[in-house]
Nanobody, 122 residues
Framework: QVQLVESGGGFVQPGGSLRLSCAAS????????MGWYRQAAGKERELVAQ???????KYVDFVKGRFTISRDNAKNTVYLRMNSLKPDDTAVYYC????????????????WGQGTQVTVSS
């Protein structure tokens, strides 16, 4: 099994910055795509950014130019640097990873973290 643990959330004023981290642990053979999703109050969960194993990235248009996703494969960790934060960015941010397990190397499974709260307000 795999655990994803997010950290770095908090309270910040508009225009401020935060960096989220997500560390994966467990019986991991290979991590493929990793990503960040968010869910605001009363809204459905949405993709924010994702990064492939070789470093290719995709962003939702609303965060393009403000957020940067990166990963450290040696540490099984994905990051989300968030700059120029806006009140609409307020949400619980969830880490996601597509993982091939040691016990089942030929198929991938999707895992989720428990989420970290980001609140942007003044």
């Amino acid at each position: 099994q795999v655990q994803l643990v997010e950290s770095g959330g908090g309270f910040v004023q508009p225009g401020g910055s935060l960096r989220l981290s997500c560390a994966a642990s467990g019986s991991i053979f290979k991590i493929n795509t990793m990503g960040w999703y968010r869910q605001a109050a009363g809204k459905e969960r949405e993709l924010v950014a994702q990064i492939g194993s070789a470093g290719s990235t995709k962003y939702v248009d609303f965060v393009k130019g403000r957020f940067t996703i990166s990963r450290d494969n040696a540490k099984n960790t994905v990051y989300l640097r968030m700059n120029s934060l806006k009140p609409d960015d307020t949400a619980v941010y969830y880490c996601n990873a597509d993982v091939n397990l040691m016990s089942m190397r030929w198929y991938s499974h999707n895992f989720w973290g428990q989420g970290t709260q980001v609140t942007v307000s003044s």
